[in-house]
C-alpha cells in the first residue's frame, strides 16, 4: 500500500514548482463562492466578530486573501512548502498581515481541538489521500457551532461521466487521487461528524490551454486527453460542452456544514 508520504511526494512534485501559476490563474482567482464565504461569516452568531479562519489545503492562497479582512487570524495551511512561499510572500506584498501558513497533510492537522470559527477548502480535497480522516481532522479543530465549506471539483453520479472525468484529472495531473459526488461527499461529512447545511451546483469553465500550461502536463498525457475528447460519445461530449479546441465545463460542488 502507498504510504502517506509517497503520495505527498507526488503531490509536491505537481505544485511546488508551479505555485506562481496558480497564484495568477483566474480559475483559482475568481468565483462567485468567494462572495457566499464572506457572507456566510458575515452571518456567523456573536461573539465570533473576528474568527479564526483555516484555509485547509491553501494552494495559492486565494481564499486566504479574500477572508482576510474578515479575520482575526487566516491559518494558510498546505502540503507544499513552495505553494506557501508564494503565499506568504504576496500576503506581505498585499497588505494581509494575519495570515500565517503552515505546512503539513490535511489527514493530520497540528491544531488544537475546537480551535477555529472557520473551516474551508477549496479545490484541496481530490487530492487527499483519505478524504475521511482529513474530514474527521477538520471537524476535531472546527470549534462547536462553527461554520466548514467544502468547494470542489464535482464527480457524475453516472458512472459513465464519472470515468470520463477521473481520467482527464488524472492523465492532467499524476497527484489526482478522486472528484466526488454530491451524494459520495454527503455521506462522507456525515460520517465524520459533521452536520451538512445545505450545498449547490455551479458550472466551472475550464480553457483546455491554460488548464494543461498550468499543471505543466506532458505532451504525451495531454495527447491522450484530446483523443479521448474526440473517441467519447457525443452524449459524453454535450454533457462537458467540450468544444474544439479541447476546452469543456465540468460540475462543482459548494458544500456548508456545521459541527
Known sequence: MTGHGDHSAVVERQF??????YLSSQVHAQGEEF???????GQLDAPVDAPRVLDLGCGAGHVSFQLSDLAAEVVAYDLSPRMLAVV??????RG??????VQGI???LPF?????????SRFSAHHWRDVGLALREARRVLKPGGLAAFIDVSASEQPLFDSFLQTVEMLRDTSHVRDYAPSEWAQMV???GLVMTSSSRQRLRLDFETWIARM???????????HLQRDVGQEVRDAFEISDDGSFTTDMLVLWATK
Open 35 to 41: 462572495a457566499q464565504l464572506r457572507e456566510r461569516i
Open 106 to 108: 490535511a489527514e493530520s
Open 190 to 192: 456525515g460520517e465524520a
Open 96 to 101: 494581509f498581515t494575519n495570515i500565517r501558513t
Open 88 to 93: 506568504g510572500e504576496a500576503a506581505i506584498e
Open 112 to 120: 488544537a481541538d475546537d480551535s477555529f470559527d472557520v473551516v474551508c
Open 16 to 21: 511546488g514548482g508551479q505555485a506562481a501559476a
Open 216 to 226: 505543466r502536463t506532458p505532451d504525451v498525457m495531454r495527447d491522450a486527453i484530446r
